[in-house]
Every structure is written in structure tokens, then in C-alpha cells.
């Protein structure tokens, strides 16, 4: 069983930067690989970036170039650092621990993110 609590949301003007953070507990959290997904109203919810245990990361075409996904295994946790951010960025923020051949699927309550003037 994993724990996931994201921090780091809140309302920022267009073109500013957050930094998210999800703190995991309860299992090897090096051996997951991590993602945040975000929904804002109405949509489903989507992949912003994901980063495997040894670090690789992925990101959606969407936020490339403005978004960072970075993970520090001793502390477990994962960040996602968002710069130039846009109204479109708004939506609720999402962690996940996933792990395919364990089947695990894990996500925190999620953290809402509003971009406006």
C-alpha cells in the first residue's frame, strides 16, 4: 500500500510558476514510477509527466519545455516543477504511483491549480 499527499497548488497569473510536491509513504517508493495527471472541469484526466525509479522522465507534448518532473528517492517524493504557466493549466493536479508487474495504481487526493489574472 502506497500514500500519496500532494502540496504545492494554488492560484498563480498567467506566464508564473508553481512547484508541486507529492510525498509517498508506506511502501518502496523507488521501485514506482511516478507520474502527475491533471483534470480540470469537464475533461478527463490526463498525463502531464511521468518519471521512472531510475529517473527517466516523460512528459505530454502539451507542457514540454515548461514543465520538470524530478523525484528524490531518499526523501520519497516527487516534484513537478511548472514554469510560463497558462489558463489552460488549470485543473486539479494529481499524483500516481504505478507499478506494472505488481499491478500497483496509487493516487493522492490532488492539488488544484488555477492560472489567472
Known amino acids: 500500500q502506497v500514500q500519496l499527499v500532494e502540496s504545492g497548488g494554488g492560484l498563480v497569473q498567467p506566464g508564473g510558476s508553481l512547484r508541486l510536491s507529492c510525498a509517498a509513504s508506506?511502501?518502496?517508493?523507488?521501485?514506482?514510477?511516478m507520474g502527475w495527471y491533471r483534470q480540470a472541469p469537464g475533461k478527463q484526466r490526463e498525463l502531464v509527466a511521468r518519471i521512472t525509479g531510475s529517473g527517466w522522465p516523460n512528459y505530454a507534448d502539451s507542457v514540454k519545455g515548461r514543465v520538470s518532473i524530478s523525484r528524490d528517492n531518499a526523501k520519497n517524493t516527487v516534484y513537478l516543477q511548472m514554469n510560463s504557466l497558462k489558463p489552460e493549466d488549470t485543473a486539479v493536479y494529481y499524483c500516481?504511483?504505478?507499478?506494472?508487474?505488481?499491478?500497483?495504481?496509487?493516487w493522492g487526493q490532488g492539488t488544484q491549480v488555477t492560472v489567472s489574472s
Open positions: 500516481n504511483a504505478h507499478h506494472a508487474i505488481l499491478g500497483d495504481d496509487y
Open positions: 508506506g511502501s518502496i517508493f523507488s521501485i514506482y514510477t
